[in-house]
């Protein structure tokens, strides 16, 4: 993708120290006071006062953040809020929908397997009465043998949970293989379900290893109107490339910027989701202080590439919906949000598996997709939602499951971000499956 040409870094730029890290130029000095809140209490295991949070998230004086800019979506014509209701962990709490609402967030993405149905239904109940103001999402996986009618009888469950008679988009769910994209059925389903009103438009979401090649697929054959891909700064090679004298530089998807400029020029819609790199968030916050908090540097970051129209991430907490809009119409990274990126890349580098990597694919000789078992491995360890990575794993078919009788470990190495695959792939097995 072609930075230059985007508002990639504002005028508060940041260069390279010698140790790599980026130096603050023009950003406001961190006062003592600050700094004790924010880096040295915590390291003492101290409770944070609440200002430094307040500041961050634009609550102080009384006043609440919210969304401050609407993206077009791609050609489709819908204008959403920019960063946008992620509901993959949302099994209740309708208030939670209802002040992303009041806060000015209209795009709400949900899926039927998002805790069993009750996402949808909590969307649903929610945002009953204020159908015409919202823009809503669904999805389901259509695999490569699924026909028609089971496609429509998941549309029509969602639409019922959801209690609207129409989404405006409706996804084909984490697409790990272009086999699945090659299932005629998709689009005679997808024509049908137009004819009937029940869809809008409809797209491609895809987190998984071969994500780029599923992207140039469903391009080339004029598939999708919207694509909700994976997407953040440690994909990015941009990110990368400022960090050459400390980092080695391994591009995790090299085709991804370029499918990405593609989409726009085509007038194909984009949505980022995983955002956060893991979201290991508590390890930042003594990091964090009144220039913003580590989500807002990543939103900042994704929000920069003019070739993402708008982001979502999942939101289960009013407070947290105060601090990720903090970030809401800024497309500009600051020098801060780069150290605060880079220090996340530093700590958590060699344990964070990158979404839509393929670098090691086909290392298993029985097939275990490696990608998969850790992204649902990610869901309970990171995340803290083992109930979601329990359900993610088995809808796979439990892919690690050969894992706990190898003993050749030829994946070992395979990782240039030097992850120890073997364990982890054994570790996930040993907390997802349901033997
Ligand atoms: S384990 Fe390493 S090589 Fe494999 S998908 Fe994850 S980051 Fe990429
Ligand atoms: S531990 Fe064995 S079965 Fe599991 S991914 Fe590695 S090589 Fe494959």
């Not at 961050?56 to 209701?85: C, N, P, Q, W």
């Not at 997407?231 to 995790?252: H, K, W």
Request: glycine letters at 10%.
């Amino acid at each position: 993708m072609d930075k230059t040409s985007s508002s990639f870094v504002s005028s508060e730029a940041c260069t390279p120290s010698s140790a790599g890290n980026a130096e603050v130029q023009d950003s406001p000095r961190v006062d003592r006071r600050t700094l004790l809140k924010s880096g040295a209490a915590a390291t003492l295991g101290l409770s944070l006062g609440t200002s430094t949070w307040q500041r961050a998230h634009g609550k102080e004086g009384g006043s609440e953040t919210e969304v401050r800019s609407y993206r077009k979506l791609g050609r489709t014509g819908l204008e959403i809020s920019d960063i946008s209701f992620g509901s993959s962990r949302l099994a209740s709490g309708e208030d939670v929908v209802r002040f992303a609402l009041d806060r000015g967030i209209n795009y709400f993405d949900t899926a039927e397997s998002y805790k069993g149905g009750r996402s949808e239904e909590t969307v649903g109940k929610a945002l009953a009465g204020v159908r015409e103001k919202v823009i809503l999402a669904s999805k389901v996986k259509c695999e490569a043998d699924s026909t028609r009618a089971q496609l429509m009888q998941a549309l029509e469950g969602s639409l019922r949970r959801l209690r609207t008679d129409r989404v405006e988009i409706y996804f084909n769910h984490a697409v790990n293989d272009v086999e699945r994209l090659k299932n005629p059925e998709w689009g005679e389903f997808i024509e049908r379900a137009k004819e009937q009103g029940k869809i809008r438009f409809t797209g491609i979401s895809g987190h998984g290893g071969l994500l780029s090649d599923c992207i140039r697929y469903a391009l080339d054959q004029k598939l999708v109107d919207v694509m909700l891909l994976a997407y953040n700064f440690g994909q990015d090679p941009s990110f990368y490339e400022r960090l050459t004298r400390s980092f080695d530089f391994i591009a995790v998807q090299p085709e991804l910027a370029a499918l990405l400029a593609r989409a726009k020029r085509e007038g194909v819609g984009t949505i980022a989701m995983k955002t956060l790199m893991g979201a290991k968030l508590n390890d930042m916050r003594p990091f964090e202080s009144d220039q913003g908090t580590f989500a807002q540097a990543a939103f900042r970051w994704v929000l920069s590439n003019s070739n993402i129209d708008a982001l979502i991430v999942s939101m289960t907490e009013t407070d947290q919906i105060r601090e990720y809009l903090g970030a809401s119409g800024q497309p500009k990274v600051r020098s801060f949000d780069v150290a605060l990126l880079e220090r996340y890349i530093g700590r958590h580098s060699a344990s964070t598996c990158r979404q839509g990597c393929s670098a090691c694919y086909g290392a298993c000789p029985a097939g275990v997709s490696i990608a998969d078992a850790l992204r649902t491995r990610m869901y309970a360890v990171d995340y803290g939602d083992l109930e979601m990575g329990q359900r993610e794993y088995a809808s796979l078919g439990e892919p690690a499951s050969a894992c706990t009788g190898c003993s050749h470990s030829a994946c070992t190495g395979s990782c240039p971000f030097g992850l120890r695959v073997d364990s982890l792939v054994r570790d996930a097995h040993r907390r997802l499956s349901s033997a």
